[in-house]
């Protein structure tokens, strides 16, 4: 178990909807990255927060959206959801700017989302 | 551009040993990592290799990496029916940065 948490695990939506996720990040880690893994294929980074801001991005629309609070953890938000954003999202957490960082991710179990 | 390939199935039995294969294209990669996920899970690294090395070992695990080729290979010895899950070849230019993932290969063992 990484000590990574997900909130909730799943849920159901229907298009047009907005959606929030959250994550709790391990104890002692200060980066945030989300990805989305949709059924099939392997995780697509969304994007990464790193001291309470984006700190990189990939290919996805800015309705898709995010936060870090000072505590670490973060939110992804999805507005206006289509059917192809039916998927487990996926949150990891890492540790940026240490010595002995070997940029590996610490996954959580995922909020599978569903879009009707 | 990024990109990481790998077959998508692969069918072991019981005690021997399964390889999975990946390509990655990216040169500029500096860490590649191996991930594994049981069903219903989120991911689980299981090992990872600098670019600058060629074979990394962890008791059942070997690593082998060909830079030139950009190749990289996952060795399970003696494979259990606990080893069945999807492995993902996923690697990164930056230990900071994104982590690219391949679509995953769904090893099943046989009895």
């Known amino acids: 178990e990484t000590g990574v948490t997900q909130s909730p695990t799943h849920l159901i939506k229907t298009r047009g909807q907005q959606v929030t996720l959250r994550c709790s990040s391990q104890s002692g880690h200060n980066t945030v990255s989300w990805y989305q893994q949709a059924l099939g294929q392997g995780p697509q980074f969304i994007f990464q927060?790193?001291?309470?801001?984006?700190?990189g991005r990939g290919n996805f629309p800015p309705r898709f959206s995010g936060l870090q609070f000072p505590n670490y953890s973060s939110e992804l938000n999805v507005n206006a959801l289509e059917l192809d954003d039916s998927a487990l999202y996926l949150c990891?957490?890492?540790?940026?700017?240490?010595?002995?960082?070997?940029?590996?991710?610490?996954f959580g179990e995922g909020s599978r989302l569903t879009v009707l | 551009g990024e990109d990481v390939e790998q077959s998508l199935f692969l069918s072991v039995r019981e005690g021997d040993s399964s390889v999975i294969n990946c390509t990655y294209t990216d040169s500029s990669s500096t860490y590649l990592y191996w991930y594994k996920q049981e069903p219903g899970a989120g991911l689980q690294l299981l090992t990872y290799?600098?670019?600058?090395?060629d074979m990394k070992q962890d008791q059942r695990l070997t690593v082998l990496l060909n830079k030139k080729d950009k190749h990289l290979s996952l060795r399970i010895a003696d494979t259990q029916t606990g080893d069945s899950a999807i492995y993902f070849c996923?690697?990164?230019?930056?230990?900071?940065?994104?982590?690219?993932f391949g679509k995953g290969t769904r090893l099943h063992i046989l009895p």
């Open positions: 927060y790193y001291r309470e801001e984006e700190n």
């Open positions: 290799i600098f670019s600058n090395m």
């Open positions: 996923a690697e990164t230019p930056n230990r900071d940065d994104k982590i690219i």
């Open positions: 990891a957490s890492s540790l940026i700017g240490r010595g002995g960082n070997t940029g590996e991710l610490f």
